[in-house]
């Protein structure tokens, strides 16, 4: 299937919105990201501090995941920062590895990613 990272983006700025219109204490969602001039597909989670550690994040990033690999998204990614353990943690539970660490927004960031395609 032919996939541009034009699509994620529609797709982003219509599941964003539709997302935060709901009564979720979550969102997750994919948006195309700059990584040293690579743009590629990073999937992002965030949920509400009263509801963390209820295992949230990992439910919906795999469900996330999944949907990239629906979508053809070949290689997903997570932009992570060092002391993000938690983000860390939930990456690493839906299958995706450390890459490589760049700068990335004024500060280092962790690249973890995974190949969907396979
Ligand atoms: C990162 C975040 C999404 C995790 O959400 P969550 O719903 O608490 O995550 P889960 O309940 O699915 O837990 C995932 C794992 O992280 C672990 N974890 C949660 N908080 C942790 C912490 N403060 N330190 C270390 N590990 C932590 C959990 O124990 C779990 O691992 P386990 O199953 O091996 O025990 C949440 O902390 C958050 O919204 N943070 C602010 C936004 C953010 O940083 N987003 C990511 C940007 S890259």
């Known amino acids: 299937m032919s996939f541009s990272v034009h699509d994620v983006a529609r797709l982003h700025t219509g599941s964003l919105h539709s ?40 439910e919906a990033a795999e469900a996330v995941r999944e949907f990239a690999r ?11 920062r060092p002391n993000n353990v938690a983000s860390q943690r939930v990456a690493t539970k839906i ?13 280092p960031a962790l690249i973890f990613g995974a190949d969907l395609s396979q």
């Open 19 to 58: 997302c935060y219109q709901m009564p979720l204490p979550y969102n997750c969602g994919l948006t195309v990201q700059t990584v040293e001039d690579e743009r590629l597909v990073e999937s992002g989670w965030h949920v509400l501090s009263s509801a963390r550690s209820r295992g949230y994040a990992t």
């Open 70 to 80: 629906e979508l053809g998204v070949d290689h997903l990614i997570a932009i992570i």
């Open 95 to 107: 299958g995706l590895t450390l890459e490589r660490e760049v700068h990335k927004n004024g500060g």
